[in-house]
């Protein structure tokens, strides 16, 4: 069982991650980072060791997380012993085989979330997805993930890239049309509050019937005025005319295929 | 006051404004739609009188409410009489001007969700946008609106479109995001169900913190290695691959453009 654990990274992963671990009863020995305020930042919030130098990086836990972004991992590896110790990083898009070349049995722990330091998160709820290059390891490691959460999956280095992907779809570019319309609100002095009410509707819409069967608005209904309508009223801010076309060509295109689909799987 | 009224349109705006309507004491005299199934489908929901035929509209309503698609009210225009009833559309991208010409008196009443026949919403947090040619009809409008929603503003037309296309972007928008994410995960036989909590949690830090500083992933690190895994991951599926790359180069535009408007409003 996993008890004693090394926390290498103290950005937002490490910070909520770091919570989670203590409330479910895990011991964090130390944490690292190169930058001496995130280090002790975190280490003063959640009370334990910390250090800003690899040599004093501590032997003897059961599981070193490396939770730094995924172009600094390699960094981290050539610069750490770890003297054959479970190592894990936390990457949504980085193969495992990385680790395999050092001194450590290689794991990925990775929650698919959107984390950030001062926004608390429950994991009980949050799917992890668990790799290790052992059987034993794979093992213990899902234990660890299910005293954090009730959503534990195994995944291979490929098929969680392509769910990193699909949380990319689903949250960073879903994000961004939020600051989109933000942005275009603000342009005659509207607030983007007024919009949260649709937004949390789609959401729960989205829940109940699934994307296709949620879709509402002018390009589902292919109605060609109001795409031009709304192309010229969008024509001084260019990169927002682009956008709209091509995301409603988009809609309309997927919505055909699947219309078609359906149709075809009825005859 | 308004308290008689008749719903011209059956489908989803109509059907869950019939519903707020009434649950706030309004009076539906009467549901016209030239589909036989959807007038008889919506009266028997609220248990009112329905009609398929133009010449059978009843007269003496306080308000008429033409919920119909943007491209079906010229029609309904041409073939009523209302003989300077107070008419209002429900469209939020449609000029209060195409009622000028016509035997009544113009209004608007724009509710700023995403609405479906089957899913009921609490109208007392949706967002009522009022527009009307004179303004008496604006205050007895904006009376009603206030007897159905905590969110009544005033908006002219072209505020009006303003808001329906950032609208579209935070709802459709982003819904189209998830049916893309759906598809992605469906290649390799993941549910979509494990998208949810991530989705959840996109939401509530957009309220907590606004889009800009919410914003999380690849792009806003400008983590270009990643970016391009991500590309080459998608080369297969060609629409996706070109979305991706097409957001995420929105993305760090954006955020860079926005980073250095920070910085010079503090300079």
């Known amino acids: 069982m996993i008890k004693k654990i090394i ?23 130390q944490i690292y980072s190169r930058t001496e305020s995130s280090a002790s930042g975190l280490a003063h919030k959640i009370n334990c060791p910390y250090t800003t130098r690899p040599e004093e990086l501590l032997p003897g836990a059961d599981l070193y997380i490396i939770a730094v972004s995924d ?11 770890f003297n054959n110790a479970l190592v894990a990083h ?22 698919l979330q959107t984390f950030s330091k001062d926004v608390d998160v429950d994991f009980n709820d949050i799917p992890l997805f668990i790799e290790a290059k052992n059987d034993n390891d794979h093992k213990i490691l899902t234990g660890l993930a299910k005293s954090l959460s009730s959503k534990v999956f195994s995944a291979d280095s490929r098929q969680r890239m392509l769910i990193h992907i699909a949380a990319i779809f689903a949250c960073n570019f879903t994000n961004h049309f939020f600051y989109l319309a933000e942005n275009l609100l603000k342009k005659h002095r509207v607030d983007f509050d007024i919009l949260m009410p649709l937004i949390k509707e789609t959401v729960r819409k989205v829940e109940l019937k699934g994307p296709f069967n949620a879709q509402t608005g002018p ?9 031009k309508l709304h192309s010229e009223m969008l024509s001084s801010v260019e990169d927002y005319q682009k956008i709209y076309n091509f995301i409603s060509e988009s809609i309309i295109t997927e919505h055909t295929n699947n219309r078609e689909k359906h149709k075809n799987e009825k005859l």
């Open 71 to 81: 172009a600094a991992i390699e960094e981290i590896l050539k610069t750490f012993q």
């Open 90 to 111: 936390t990457s949504g898009s980085t193969d495992i085989k990385v680790l395999y070349d050092y001194d450590l049995r290689p794991a990925v722990f990775y929650p």
């Open 219 to 227: 390009a589902v209904r292919s109605d060609k005025n109001i795409l």
């Open 7 to 29: 926390l290498i990274g103290a950005g937002n992963v490490a910070t909520q991650l770091s919570k989670a671990l203590l409330n479910a009863g895990k011991e964090i020995l």
